[in-house]
Nanobody, 115 residues
Framework: QVQLVESGGGLVQAGDSLRVSCEAA????????MAWYRQAPGKQRELVAD???????YYTASVRGRFTISRDNAKNTLYLQMNSLKPEDTAVYYC?????????WGQGTQVTVSS
């Protein structure tokens, strides 16, 4: 059974940093492309960043230079380091992967950035 469990969200002030984590189970983590999505109130879920098994990364333009996605294959864990946070980064952050042709999502972790 595939499980993705996020943690590390919270309430921070603009300009602060925060790291969210996603622990995966039930997949061969090291070969999967892993991604972070976010969904703000009233908005569609959007891709924030992803990382391939080879370590290649992609960032959406609004977070490039501020966020860093990384993975620890020994711990089956995905990370998103978020620096210089802005109020517009406020959202529920979700971990995502596709395995066996099926998409899987974590339950999400709330990140709130106050101005």
């Amino acid at each position: 059974q595939v499980q993705l469990v996020e943690s590390g969200g919270g309430l921070v002030q603009a300009g602060d940093s925060l790291r969210v984590s996603c622990e995966a189970a039930g997949i061969i983590f090291s070969i999967n492309t892993m991604a972070w999505y976010r969904q703000a109130p009233g908005k569609q879920r959007e891709l924030v960043a992803d990382i391939t098994s080879g370590g290649h990364t992609y960032y959406t333009a609004s977070v490039r230079g501020r966020f860093t996605i990384s993975r620890d294959n020994a711990k089956n864990t995905l990370y998103l380091q978020m620096n210089s946070l802005k109020p517009e980064d406020t959202a529920v952050y979700y971990c995502h992967t596709v395995t066996g042709g099926y998409p899987y999502w974590g339950q999400g972790t709330q990140v709130t950035v106050s101005s």
